[in-house]
T-cell receptor, first 113, second 116 residues
Framework: DAKTTQPTSMDCAEGRAANLPCNHS???????VYWYRQIHSQGPQYIIH???NNETNEMASLIITEDRKSSTLILPHATLRDTAVYYC??????????????FGKGTLLTVNP | NAGVMQNPRHLVRRRGQEARLRCSPM?????VYWYRQLPEEGLKFMVY????????ESGMPKERFSAEFPKEGPSILRIQQVVRGDSAAYFC??????????????FGPGTRLTVL
């Protein structure tokens, strides 16, 4: 699976949009971009995933660049409860051992009051 | 619809004892994955199981660790003769299928194992 690069940490004011970037310049055409988050002492929580089109659900939006080499997770109105480590993961669509999720160090997002 | 359940949430063992960690997947899910998170590190894949079958145990230490997912009941991760280095958070995830384009893994709350 392609390697991802994320900033170590970010801050965001409560109520503002949080934009979390992820670089995956070696992504291949059959790889999805997944986002999970881990609030302190809890299990990872699935947020969203996409292939090449932008995606939106009740939690967040995922914007993938046209060349697919980077993406941005957007939390439209961050709350204090969104403080967590956010992981960007590239995962093959099928085949091989695509079930193995590779968690890097992620981005620690701190939402400030 | 209940999520992935794990128990116990916290487990304390002395060196040399056995630890048994349980995971009940989400309803309708027949694929279970175990991950380990050492202190200050990311999650690492350990093992992938389907009902009564171990599909991939490449991430699990060959000694002392075993996993099962019986036809009935939860998946069990067993660690025999625990050592202090086994202290970690162990997370279970489940998915409806595996290998497909949208087989998202959903995680449980984890079991925090402390070895004294």
């Amino acid at each position: 699976d392609a390697k991802t690069t994320q900033p170590t940490s970010m801050d965001c004011a409560e109520g503002r949009a949080a934009n979390l970037p992820c670089n995956h310049s070696t992504i291949s055409g059959n790889e999805y971009v997944y986002w999970y988050r881990q609030i302190h002492s809890q299990g990872p929580q699935y947020i969203i995933h996409g292939l090449k089109n932008n995606e939106t659900n009740e939690m967040a939006s995922l914007i993938i660049t046209e060349d697919r080499k980077s993406s941005t997770l957007i939390l439209p109105h961050a709350t204090l409860r969104d403080t967590a480590v956010y992981y960007c993961i590239v995962r093959a669509i099928s085949g091989g051992s695509n079930y193995k999720l590779t968690f890097g160090k992620g981005t620690l997002l701190t939402v400030n009051p | 619809n209940a999520g992935v359940m794990q128990n116990p949430r916290h487990l304390v063992r002395r060196r040399g004892q056995e630890a048994r960690l349980r995971c009940s997947p989400m309803k309708g899910h027949s694929h279970v994955y175990w991950y380990r998170q050492l202190p200050e590190e990311g999650l690492k894949f350990m093992v992938y199981l389907q009902k009564e079958n171990i599909i991939d145990e490449s991430g699990m230490p060959k000694e002392r660790f075993s996993a099962e997912f019986p036809k009935e009941g939860p998946s069990i991760l067993r660690i025999q003769q625990v050592v202090r280095g086994d202290s970690a958070a162990y997370f279970c995830a489940s998915s409806r299928n595996s290998g497909g384009s949208t087989d998202t893994q959903y995680f449980g709350p984890g079991t925090r194992l402390t070895v004294l």
